[in-house]
Antibody, heavy 119, light 109 residues
Framework: EAQLENSGGDLAQPGGSLRLSCAAS????????ISWVRQAPGKGLEWVAT???????YTADSVKGRVTISRDDSKNTVYLQMNILRVEDTATYYC??????????????WGQGTPVIVS | EVVLTQSPGTLSLSPGERATLSCRAS???????LVWYQQKPGQAPRVLIY???RRSTGTPDRFSGSGSGTDFTLTISRLEPEDFAVYYC??????????FGQGTKLEIK
């Protein structure tokens, strides 16, 4: 069964850095597209970044220049490096795999989420 | 960049009633890229419908999706107590951004 486990969330100061982890089991991250999605307290879902199987990465304009998505194939883990943290980065961060095929895609499974508080 | 607008923001209904949730896109895109998720408090979202109308594994058949172009709908034929949650639509596909709507909260009346 494909599963994702999030970790690394913490309380951080504005201007600080955090690295979030997304450990996969039941599949290999380097043959899949993995994304990060965040949810501010009481708010909706916001796509943050994606890493493709070939290694190409994309980040949302709202975090571009401050956030980097990467992966370690030996650990079967995807990371989200967050720098120059802002109060508005406070959110629960989820990773998710792109599921589906033949042009029908969706995010599944999702990690359980890891909370980031910038204060 | 496509913007997805969901309506209503909150829907108050009773168990057994029919729920109709709307997702409108700022520009047209292929229906194969429209996804609906359900999120309950303290949980990660889970996929309900993909390709606008295809039920994901485990999605009860009281959930149905429809629409094309810029207008998409999620319908729950007869609400069960476990259906009260927040629902999000998303534009998936091969190229980001993978935009989400702002969500519709389905609450018990």
């Amino acid at each position: 069964e494909a599963q994702l486990e999030n970790s690394g969330g913490d309380l951080a100061q504005p201007g600080g850095s955090l690295r979030l982890s997304c450990a996969a089991s039941g599949f290999t991250v380097n043959t899949n597209y993995i994304s990060w999605v965040r949810q501010a307290p009481g708010k909706g879902l916001e796509w943050v970044a994606t890493i493709y199987s070939g290694g190409t990465t994309y980040t949302a304009d709202s975090v571009k220049g401050r956030v980097t998505i990467s992966r370690d194939d030996s650990k079967n883990t995807v990371y989200l490096q967050m720098n120059i943290l802002r109060v508005e980065d406070t959110a629960t961060y989820y990773c998710a795999r792109r599921g589906g095929d033949h042009g029908f895609y969706y995010f599944d499974p999702w990690g359980q989420g890891t909370p980031v508080i910038v204060s | 960049e496509v913007v997805l607008t969901q309506s209503p923001g909150t829907l108050s209904l009773s168990p057994g009633e029919r729920a109709t949730l709307s997702c409108r896109a700022s520009e047209s895109f292929g229906s194969s890229y429209l996804v609906w998720y359900q999120q309950k408090p303290g949980q990660a979202p889970r996929v309900l419908i993909y390709g606008a109308s295809r039920r994901s594994t485990g999605t009860p058949d009281r959930f149905s999706g429809s629409g094309s172009g810029t207008d998409f709908t999620l319908t729950i034929s007869r609400l069960e107590p476990e259906d009260f949650a927040v629902y999000y639509c998303q534009k998936s596909g091969s190229s980001p951004p993978f935009t989400f709507g702002q969500g519709t909260k389905l609450e018990i009346k």
